[in-house]
């Protein structure tokens, strides 16, 4: 499955790159965003690329090849960004999981097509979604499913797993996938896969994805050098609260920052027609004066 950058042209536009500028892809992936970034710089310019998904990394580096600019990799968490590097003129976060990682059933993130259980982007942590789907205890399954997935039926959902635990263990993302299947009730009529949102809580939770966001982003704003610009695409209301929460928190606290995107962009109908992905995403623009 090719991975196509959501939002390309409005980050590219907002990051409004300066040719021998330096600029971080926060969250390089298939390197679809960096490769047009990288286009813009000149030889002075630096891009700086990070990834906690090791086969991310390697898949970029295959991608940016053939430019001028200076471009360094760094297989490791964003959270870590201002050990990264300490001045840039641009950062960029394209939030969530790759068409890469969703594609490759060994990785565990797909409903539609059976894997082991494990969900780590970054393969060094520990805690796989075999773990938690087989090990937790039920208040703590119930929290992170109604929490992180947003999920009405987290109560039958987790029952269900429970019930089927006490017999066997779950194994694969299948077998986990009908299980949510047959917990909710039979006369919803489901918009998308009725496992979707469940596997979007044990994700989120298996790769602590929002409780570093804030963090992140603050440390992210450290580094802005003046007309220096963050841009931030969600695909989920978790996340885009707590980006609006981040922007807002670091313009009171900063008087040199002012966010740039009132309202949050989104996708023209065109590209939401042409790829699903991008049909919940949203950009938000940060910027140092
Ligand atoms: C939506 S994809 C990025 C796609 C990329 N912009 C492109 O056009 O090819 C998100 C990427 O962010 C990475 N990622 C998610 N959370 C991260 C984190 N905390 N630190 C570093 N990388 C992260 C994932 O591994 C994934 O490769």
């Known amino acids: 499955m090719k991975h196509i950058p959501v939002l390309l042209k409005e980050s590219i536009d907002n990051l409004k790159i300066k040719p021998d500028g330096i600029y971080v892809d926060s969250t390089v992936g298939c390197g679809g965003h960096a490769e047009v970034i990288a286009s813009k710089l000149s030889r002075q ?23 001028n600019c200076e471009i360094y990799f760094f297989h490791d968490n964003f959270y870590n960004i201002s050990n990264i590097c300490c001045c840039a003129d641009g950062i960029l976060f394209d ?7 969703i594609s490759d ?30 090990n937790f205890p039920e208040k703590a399954l119930n929290k992170i499913i109604k929490e992180y997935g947003e ?11 429970l019930d089927y635990r006490s017999k066997k263990k779950i194994e ?22 009725p496992a979707k949102k469940t596997f979007q809580a044990i994700r989120i939770f298996v790769n602590y994805e929002l409780s570093i966001l804030e963090e992140s982003i603050i440390k992210s704003s450290s580094i802005l050098n003046n007309q220096g610009k ?21 313009c009171l606290d900063d008087k040199n920052f002012d966010i740039v995107t009132k309202k949050a962009i989104y996708p023209c109908l065109e590209e939401i027609n042409s790829n699903s992905r991008s049909h919940s995403a949203k950009l938000r623009v940060l910027e140092k004066k």
């Open 45 to 67: 310019g630096k891009l700086i690329c990070v990834d906690r998904d090791e086969i991310a990394i390697k898949e970029a580096k295959k991608k940016l090849v053939n430019f």
């Open 95 to 101: 939030l969530g999981i790759c068409s890469l990682q």
């Open 105 to 134: 059933c060994n990785r565990g993130f797909s409903y539609i097509n059976d894997g082991p259980l494990d969900m780590r982007m970054d393969k060094r942590d520990r805690v796989t979604a075999f773990e938690i789907i087989n």
């Open 151 to 161: 999920e009405r039926f987290y109560k039958l959902i987790v029952k269900k797993i």
């Open 172 to 193: 694969s993302t299948l077998e986990f996938a009908d299980i949510i299947k047959n917990a909710v009730p039979k006369k919803i009529l489901y918009k998308s896969n």
């Open 230 to 250: 963050i841009c931030v695409i969600t695909f989920h209301s978790l996340e885009d609260r707590i980006i609006k929460h981040s922007f807002k928190k670091i």
